[in-house]
């Protein structure tokens, strides 16, 4: 082996990148619990990215009680209707989607909310089981650590809503001109139901397929009481 290999190939080397990829990995959990201070305002991966490409993006931080109680009704019926009842994963669920996946159907989504918020703050998008399993103890330690209400909060103010639109107050804003507080039932079903593809989903300008989407997210969220009891219990 010759000298430049062996200095490639370095113990300090091979130690100093294993003490890099370590601190890597631990960084988002030592995020979680920097994120339970409320004045801390959290941005996402894409957020970052979009700084990083000079894009730019807007995004104006509210509080949970700035937001519609529409909205959150909306976004929980319509992502995670056990986000009350569950510890960060819905186990159910999950275990649907590995058995739906060893029978080669195809799976459905069972990502909770505080898994959406730990896949947007720390991860990245698309759908590999790499980020699932990194997604899942980050799910399980954010629910630890925060509240119910500071995960939806939190979740509401980084989602993306349209290109460079992330947040519930931006969304409000762009998409129907009115603040995150003063949204309609409507308005809220719309946005929730945009989620999974804000790009190809328009919450201000609806397809059909949106709009009859949108009227069954307003009818579950007519009937939430008992399954958003621990935001306004």
């Not at 459905?108 to 699932?132: D, E, V, Y």
Request: glycine content about 8%; proline content about 5%; aromatic content about 10%.
């Amino acid at each position: 082996m010759t000298e430049r290999r062996r200095q490639l190939f370095s113990p300090s080397l091979i130690r100093r990148i294993l003490i890099g990829v370590v601190a890597l990995v631990l960084l988002p959990y030592l995020l979680i619990i920097f994120y339970v201070l409320p004045f801390i305002h959290p941005i996402s991966t894409l957020m970052v990215a979009d700084l990083v490409s000079f894009r730019g993006y807007d995004r104006r931080w509210v509080s949970l009680d700035q937001i519609s109680p529409n909205l959150v009704r909306s976004v929980m019926m319509s992502e995670d209707g056990q986000f009350c009842f569950h510890a960060g994963v819905d186990w159910h669920q999950m275990r649907g989607v590995v058995q739906d996946t060893l029978d080669g159907e195809s799976t459905r989504g069972a990502s909770t909310i505080p898994m959406q918020t730990a896949k947007n703050l720390f991860l990245w998008n698309g759908r590999s089981f790499i980020r699932k399993g990194m997604e899942l103890p980050l799910a399980l330690g954010a629910d630890l650590v925060w509240s119910k209400r500071r995960i939806m909060e939190i979740y509401l103010n980084v989602a993306e809503w349209g290109p460079g639109i992330y947040g519930a107050e931006a969304a409000a804003q762009y998409h129907f001109k009115v603040p995150a507080s003063k949204l309609t039932v409507r308005q809220a079903a719309l946005l929730a139901v945009s989620l999974p593809n804000p790009i190809t989903r328009v919450a201000g300008k609806p397809s059909r397929g949106v709009q009859r989407l949108s009227g069954v997210v307003e009818r579950r969220a007519r009937g939430s009481g008992e399954y958003i009891k621990c935001i306004y219990g």
